[in-house]
């Protein structure tokens, strides 16, 4: 079995900054790309930030420039550094990894149970 547990969440004022954590742990052979989605009311799940297990990151427009992806392998951390929050950031984030688990040979994806983050004066 694999957990997923995110946090750092929370309200902060437009222009302020925030860190979320995720951690997975439990029987873990490798992690591959981990990163974070978000989802507003009535708005469809949007892709964020994605970090591969070399590195290599990948932004959405909406959030160049003031969001930061970084990971510790050893910890089987994913990290989010966002700065320059904007009231359109508001939403529910959610951290996921591509996990190969202890005994098996295929990827499984695996998703932690979000976070809310509010960016309001």
């Known amino acids: 079995q694999v957990q997923l547990v995110e946090s750092g969440g929370g309200l902060v004022q437009p222009g302020g900054s925030l860190r979320l954590s995720c951690v997975a742990s439990?029987?873990?052979?490798?992690?591959?790309?981990m990163g974070w989605y978000r989802q507003a009311p009535g708005k469809e799940r949007e892709l964020v930030i994605t970090?591969?297990?070399?590195?290599?990151?990948n932004y959405a427009d909406s959030v160049k420039g003031r969001f930061t992806i970084s990971r510790d392998t050893a910890k089987n951390t994913v990290y989010l550094q966002m700065n320059s929050l904007k009231p359109e950031d508001t939403s529910v984030y959610s951290c996921?990894?591509?996990?190969?688990?202890?005994?098996?040979?295929?990827?499984?994806?695996?998703w932690g149970q979000g976070t809310q983050v509010t960016v309001s004066s």
């Open positions: 439990g029987s873990i052979f490798s992690i591959n790309n």
């Open positions: 970090i591969t297990s070399g590195g290599r990151t």
């Open positions: 996921y990894a591509q996990i190969i688990r202890l005994g098996e040979s295929y990827e499984s994806l695996h």
